[in-house]
Nanobody, 121 residues
Framework: QVHLVESGGGLVQPGGSLRLSCAAT????????MAWYRQAPGKQRELVAA???????NYADSVKGRFTISRDNAKNTVYLQMGSLEPEDTAVYYC???????????????WGKGTLVTVSS
């Protein structure tokens, strides 16, 4: 009954900015970590940015200096602020979360349905 709901995708021009949001809802104890992945047509899904259990951030080399991941723990929400967007950033972006639903066990992975980001003039 845990769901991740993404929002904020759309069409943006090269050099523009976009902010993605992902909110976790349902029955769980707490969120251990959250991350953003993306998948372009014909490509493997890749990690874009991750916010770890220690609230440190990791980024793919291709987005370092351009994207910023952040979390609002009170809202169970993770954001991805994307700037200096390029056509190569075009992909479906997926929210991922490691969520503890039972304190006896490790966190489990959950995925959102994805939101499409298109960078084009």
């Amino acid at each position: 009954q845990v769901h991740l709901v993404e929002s904020g995708g759309g069409l943006v021009q090269p050099g523009g900015s976009l902010r993605l949001s992902c909110a976790a809802t349902g029955d769980f104890d707490y969120i251990d970590a959250m991350a953003w992945y993306r998948q372009a047509p014909g490509k493997q899904r890749e990690l874009v940015a991750a916010s770890t259990s220690e609230d440190t951030a990791n980024y793919a080399d291709s987005v370092k200096g351009r994207f910023t991941i952040s979390r609002d723990n009170a809202k169970n929400t993770v954001y991805l602020q994307m700037g200096s967007l390029e056509p190569e950033d075009t992909a479906v972006y997926y929210c991922n979360a490691k969520i503890v639903t039972d304190l006896r066990y490790d966190a489990m992975d959950f995925w959102g349905k994805g939101t499409l980001v298109t960078v084009s003039s």
